[in-house]
């Protein structure tokens, strides 16, 4: 009788094995795509230059994914009838030029921790490619993949043998690592808080079982090596190494919150997005280089003051809660966090009570991870149409998260046999303003 291991196919025989044990189910976090799939991107780095010392170890980023409205969140206007909401006031705090709107009582007393950006402005005021653009820093281009910031961070201060992935996102669709390899990619999790699937065995497989199966695997891709090379071989071996090392590590834990005390959690307040802050704050406390938390519903064509008030109330004593334990457990002078969407919205109300898309100005903040906090950073006119000073661009936030974290960006890689790197080197400055 013929064995029937080998009438398999490698592909199957594979998807069989790993599937069993649950592995390759939890690798898909990082892969986005087909684990088993035989055209593993290629790609290498030569190193020309050295990285710069910097403070920031960690980053949290906060995204707002639908655009933000800067007018009913940090750069509000309530002395225009034009742009502004009938009941909206700007509140006054002890930094100058700080005054956020009245739906943001938690985040007017972070003042002194935050720098406020007012002026950042784009060209692109289409969804995707604005959310393409702020999350790598560059024009999206069909024949190349670039990294998002947090495959960066994971590439650039990620450990190669820490138990959890360097880099988790919390909600939202993945922008992964592009040129940088699979190895960078976001391990997402849909539902905060909530049991992760397949981060533990399939019924009825140990760990002893586990490793038989394993190296059956392993003997099996040998040949496939000795046949069609070994590139992809080792990038699908790194990849269930890094997923076993997960399953099996118990800082899986610190994906849940129920161990924080009572306190901590009414300190963020309810809701999924609270609750995703806490994670962050446990999973860059535990080692992990990047967290993105990423809010929806900021879309508001429609009935925009009734929705950004209740949006703004989702966030705000969160993300207060957030910078104050992050400094009280001493971390946020190593911690990154950055806050903003793809774009702004429009100063006029439309016809529906909404705002439309609005690259021309919007806001971002930074705080913490060698950011000079208390400063507000570029200004609008009176009606919030045009900056009047300090414009800033996603290039050059992005070169300013290189200096903040030390990012070597002389070093060139090989994108196929295309050179690129981490920053836009045709466009964008570091903003020496945050962190001097």
Not at 11 to 38: C, M, N, P, V
Not at 102 to 118: Q, R, S, Y
Not at 237 to 248: I, P, S, V
């Amino acid at each position: 009788m013929a064995n029937p291991l080998v009438s398999l196919k490698r592909r199957d025989f594979l998807r069989t094995a790993a599937y069993a044990g649950g592995i390759a189910a939890t690798s898909h976090f990082w892969w986005g795509g087909d684990l088993l799939a035989e055209d593993t991107p290629k790609g290498g780095e030569k190193k020309t230059g050295t990285k710069i010392s910097a403070k920031c170890k960690n980053v949290i980023l906060l995204f707002m994914e639908g655009a933000p409205s800067q007018l009913d969140t940090f750069d509000p206007k309530p002395n225009s009838k034009e742009t502004g909401s009938p009941d909206k006031k700007a509140l006054e705090t002890d930094v100058p030029s700080y005054t956020p709107a009245d739906t943001l009582p938690f985040m007017a007393k972070m003042g002194k921790e935050i720098c406020l950006i007012k002026s950042v402005t784009s060209k692109e005021g289409n969804h995707s490619r604005g959310q393409h653009l702020m999350h790598t820093g560059y024009i999206p281009n069909p024949t190349l993949k670039f990294p998002s910031l947090g495959s960066i961070v994971s590439h650039q201060l990620g450990k190669k043998d820490f138990d959890l992935p360097n880099f988790v996102k919390l909600r939202g669709g993945p922008f992964g690592a592009g040129y940088l390899g699979v190895e960078h990619n976001p391990f997402v999790i849909n539902n905060p808080g909530a049991r992760i699937e397949n981060l533990d065995y399939a019924g009825g497989v140990d760990k002893a079982r586990m490793d038989k199966r394993m190296k059956l695997v392993e003997e099996m891709e040998k040949d496939f090596a000795k046949q069609r090379g070994s590139e992809a071989v080792e990038a699908h071996k790194a990849m269930y190494e890094k997923a076993r090392r997960l399953m099996d590590s118990p800082l899986k834990q610190k994906f849940y919150i129920s161990d924080e005390p009572e306190e901590v959690k009414k300190a963020y307040g309810p809701g999924k997005f609270a609750e995703s802050c806490i994670i962050a704050r446990r999973l860059v406390e535990t080692g992990v280089s990047c967290v993105e938390v990423v809010h929806g519903g900021w879309d508001t064509h429609d009935d925009n003051f009734v929705k950004t008030k209740r949006l703004c109330s989702e966030i705000d004593q969160a993300m207060a809660a957030l910078l104050a334990d992050l400094k009280k457990r001493g971390l946020l002078e190593s911690t990154l966090v950055v806050w903003g969407g793809e774009f702004g919205r429009t100063p006029r109300i439309s016809a529906t009570e909404g705002r439309d898309h609005w690259p021309n100005n919007f806001c971002y903040w930074l705080a913490g991870g060698g950011v000079k906090g208390g400063q507000v950073i570029g200004e609008t006119d009176d009606r919030g149409m045009t900056i009047t000073k300090d414009p800033v661009t996603p290039q050059d936030l992005f070169w300013t998260f290189a200096t903040l974290m030390g990012w070597d960006t002389s070093k060139e890689f090989q994108a196929g046999n295309r050179p690129v790197w981490l920053t836009d080197k045709t466009a964008g400055k570091p903003i020496e303003r945050v962190y001097a």
